[in-house]
C-alpha cells in the first residue's frame, strides 16, 4: 500500500476553524494529519517529512525557494492576536541588555518581538529560545509564548507587563500581520501539483465550513484552554484565515524590517501555486509517487 500524504497541522486551537471539515472527515480524506509545534512543522517541511503543512510566514521567508505559497490560508490579525504575547517583569523600554526567553515552539514570533520592541521601546534584550514556563526563572525579564499556552498564561494574569506582538505590529505600521501560511514543499509541486492542488482545495473547503461554525468550535475549544465560549467566539473573530492583498502587504512589510535587521539575506518573493477561490471538496485523493 502507498504512504498517504502527510498535511502538516499546528497543535493549537487557533487553526481549528481551518480543519474544521477535515476533523470531522466531512471530506474525503485520503491523507495524514501530523501536528506539531510551528517549529516542529517548519523542521518536517525542511525535511521533506510533510508534502504540505502550516508553517511560520519566517520559515517561509527564510527558505522560500523551497517552498510555494497556498492561496487564501494564512494565520492573520488586524490589530490583537490574543495568543502571542510577550511578558515582562519590567516596562518594555527597560529591556535592554536584560535576560528574555522566546519560545522554542515559534519563528515568526520570535523574529517579530524583536522587532517591535527595538521599534516601538527603543529596547535590544538579551534573547535565548527556551520553554515557556508558569514562572520567570531567576534573572529572566521576559518571556513570549503562543498559541495555547499564551492563552493559559494570559488567562492567569500572573505577569506585570504584557504586550500583543498582533496589536504591536498594527501600532507600528498600520497593516495586518500574518503569523503564519500554508505551503506545499516545490519538489512535490514539481512531481505531483495534482496531490498539492487537492490538499489546497481541502484545506479551503474545509476552511470554509470552519469560519460558519464557530459557536461549534468555541463549544470544543473551551475544553482545551482556560477560557469561556464568550471570550473564545471573540478570539477566533480576530484570527483572519485569508492572504488576501492587505495581508500580503503585511508579509512583505515584516520581510522588509527581517532583511533590514539581518536577519534574512535577501528579500523574499511571495510564490503561490495558481487557483483559489474552489469552495467545493475536490474529488478523490491522488496517491503519494
Ligand atoms: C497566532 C499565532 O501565530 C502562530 C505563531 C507562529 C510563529 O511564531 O512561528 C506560527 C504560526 C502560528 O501558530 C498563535 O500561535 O496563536
Known sequence: MPDLPRLGRIRYINVLPIYYAIDRAICPNGFQVVSGTPAELN???????LEVSAISSYEYGRRFRDYLLLPELSISTVGDVGSVLFFSRLPFQRLSGREVVLSAASATSAALVKVVLAELYGARPLCRTGAVTDQFADGVCGMLAIGDEAL??????????????????????????????????????????????YLHRTLVSSKLQGCNALSDICRQATAQVNLSEAELLDYFQKLKYDLDAGQQEGLTAFFRYLHRYGDLPEMPELRFIPGGQETAFPGPPPQLI
Open 43 to 49: 523542521e518536517q517541511m525542511r525535511g521533506g517529512f
Open 152 to 197: 493559559r498564561l494570559r488567562a492567569r494574569g500572573i505577569y506585570p507587563y504584557f504586550l500583543d506582538l498582533g496589536r504591536a505590529w498594527h501600532d507600528l505600521t498600520g497593516l495586518p500581520f500574518v503569523f503564519g501560511v500554508w505551503a506545499a514543499r516545490r519538489d512535490v509541486w514539481e512531481r505531483q501539483p495534482d496531490l498539492v492542488t
